[in-house]
């Protein structure tokens, strides 16, 4: 991480182009050999800040209080990390808008960036998964004391033939608000990471957008604000039927 902040200074001060990684060395206090050990370019230098930056949403939503539900999980770690003086520095905003509009000019800045972005992706969908699982395993133990008969169709309904209960009608929502008995764990893991990914996009979109312009952090047109207004698109998603 030493050498991250070394390397972001170089750049925002000298530019990408200007600043070499044995500029990048000698300002973290290491010898080449051993930024080389650890990094293979000077690009990916910067890969603990983003990963840093970019991991620290999806905790939140992992500390976000037991009794929200996910849209709210969601929101609440959006404000806890982007709103500056609460989760993050100011100063510390005009960073990632600075790292972020190099990122712009740089292919192999980009990548760093979209892999960092992709790390968080995947702890998200295990902090989701998570919070998930309660709701799952009482939906399941209904099905089991016979909330959901045997037969699969429903106490007081009939269910067509060739449909299952559980899933999506023609509209898109899913029958009964929960998972059936016979969806398996691999349709519920696929549900999860599209959840996570649409979130993840929500979010990461937001910041570069915030990003490539000139309005503060802490305004209407600011992080939090796109962020949230993003995630509205999450807000009917079938999350405990997945």
Do not use: N
């Given at each position: 991480?030493?050498?991250?902040?070394?390397?972001?200074?170089?750049?925002?001060?000298?530019?990408?182009?200007?600043?070499?990684?044995?500029?990048?060395?000698?300002?973290?206090?290491?010898?080449?050999?051993?930024?080389?050990?650890?990094?293979?370019?000077?690009?990916?230098?910067?890969?603990?800040?983003?990963?840093?930056?970019?991991?620290?949403?999806?905790?939140?939503?992992?500390?976000?209080?037991?009794?929200?539900?996910?849209?709210?999980?969601?929101?609440?770690?959006?404000?806890?990390?982007?709103?500056?003086?609460?989760?993050?520095?100011?100063?510390?905003?005009?960073?990632?808008?600075?790292?972020?509009?190099?990122?712009?000019?740089?292919?192999a800045l980009?990548?760093?960036?979209?892999?960092?972005?992709?790390?968080?992706?995947?702890?998200?969908?295990?902090?989701?998964?998570?919070?998930?699982?309660?709701?799952?395993?009482?939906?399941?133990?209904?099905?089991?004391?016979?909330?959901?008969?045997?037969?699969?169709?429903?106490s007081g309904?009939?269910?067509?033939?060739?449909?299952?209960?559980?899933?999506?009608?023609?509209?898109?929502?899913?029958?009964?608000?929960?998972?059936?008995?016979?969806?398996?764990?691999?349709?519920?893991?696929?549900?999860?990471?599209?959840?996570?990914?649409?979130?993840?996009?929500?979010?990461?979109?937001?910041?570069?957008?915030?990003?490539?312009?000139d309005d503060?952090?802490?305004?209407?047109?600011?992080?939090?604000?796109?962020?949230?207004?993003?995630?509205?698109?999450?807000?009917?998603?079938?999350?405990?039927?997945?």
């Amino acid at each position: 991480m030493e050498i991250a902040r070394a390397a972001a200074e170089l750049f925002m001060r000298h530019g990408l182009r200007a600043t070499r990684a044995e500029d990048v060395a000698r300002a973290a206090g290491v010898a080449p050999r051993t930024f080389y050990r650890y990094f293979a370019s000077k690009e990916e230098a910067l890969g603990p800040l983003f990963s840093a930056g970019a991991e620290k949403w999806a905790e939140a939503v992992r500390d976000a209080p037991a009794g929200l539900s996910v849209p709210d999980a969601l929101r609440h770690a959006v404000v806890r990390t982007l709103t500056p003086g609460v989760g993050v520095r100011p100063e510390s905003m005009e960073w990632v808008r600075s790292l972020l509009r190099l990122a712009e000019g740089s292919p192999a800045l980009r990548r760093v960036w979209g892999e960092a972005c992709q790390g968080a992706e995947r702890t998200l969908v295990e902090v989701l998964a998570a919070r998930l699982s309660p709701a799952r395993d009482t939906a399941e133990a209904g099905a089991r004391d016979g909330a959901v008969p045997a037969d699969g169709e429903a106490s007081g309904d009939t269910v067509s033939e060739g449909t299952v209960p559980g899933d999506a009608d023609a509209g898109g929502a899913v029958s009964g608000g929960a998972v059936s008995a016979g969806v398996g764990p691999h349709v519920a893991a696929a549900g999860v990471r599209f959840g996570a990914a649409v979130a993840g996009a929500a979010v990461r979109v937001a910041v570069e957008t915030w990003a490539a312009g000139d309005d503060p952090a802490d305004g209407p047109a600011g992080p939090v604000s796109r962020a949230l207004g993003h995630l509205e698109a999450l807000r009917d998603f079938p999350w405990d039927a997945i």
